[in-house]
């Protein structure tokens, strides 16, 4: 792995549709993460996060022309929930805060967006646990989160589905995190 040079220009910004040429590259980072990592990536469709580019439904970051992050939010249950998704940050460019960086701007663009819904997310990661918590999710059963069949459809992909259809979408070895806004945050 590179050691990378943290002084140099990275930018984390709101997607648009100029961003839309990248989806491909943003999936083969996702899928070649869960490779490594082993557990808890869902692989994504490139039209579908060319989907999410296009709306402004995402949080990309540069480092030059090249993508080293993403994260994408999407509504579900008639914009009562709002998942922050397919968080990803590039080999070379992980452990100097940019997961941080990512993670806090798709939290600002989905209060933005959806002001009311609660936001949610599935993770097996602590690193983003960590962040999630810093930004006032709080860990939740899955039965606090959507019960919309579509979302957790987008879960076939990963190498743990099986565990999530024994347990008819109670539990899997993800952390479910929400934060309601309509709830005070009580930080520690």
Known sequence: METVDIKQEIAV????????????????????AAKIRGTGIAKRNPLYIAQ??????????????????????ETWEHELYVANSGLIVHPDYRYVGLAKQIKEKAFELSRKRFPEAKIFGLTTSLAVMKINSDLG????????????????????????????????HNMCLCTG??????????KI
């Open 13 to 32: 910004i709101e997607s648009g549709i100029i961003h839309i040429e990248y989806a491909t590259e943003i999936c083969e980072m996702i899928e070649a």
């Open 52 to 73: 999410k580019l296009q709306e402004g439904k995402a949080i990309i970051a540069f480092a030059e022309n090249k993508v080293i992050g993403f994260c994408y939010i």
């Open 137 to 168: 999710y709080k860990p939740v059963t899955f039965s606090e989160l959507t019960k919309d069949a579509t979302f957790w459809k987008g879960c076939a992909s990963c190498i743990n589905y099986d565990i999530l259809q024994r347990t008819n």
């Open 177 to 186: 995190m929400l934060c309601d806004p309509k709830k005070p945050q009580q």
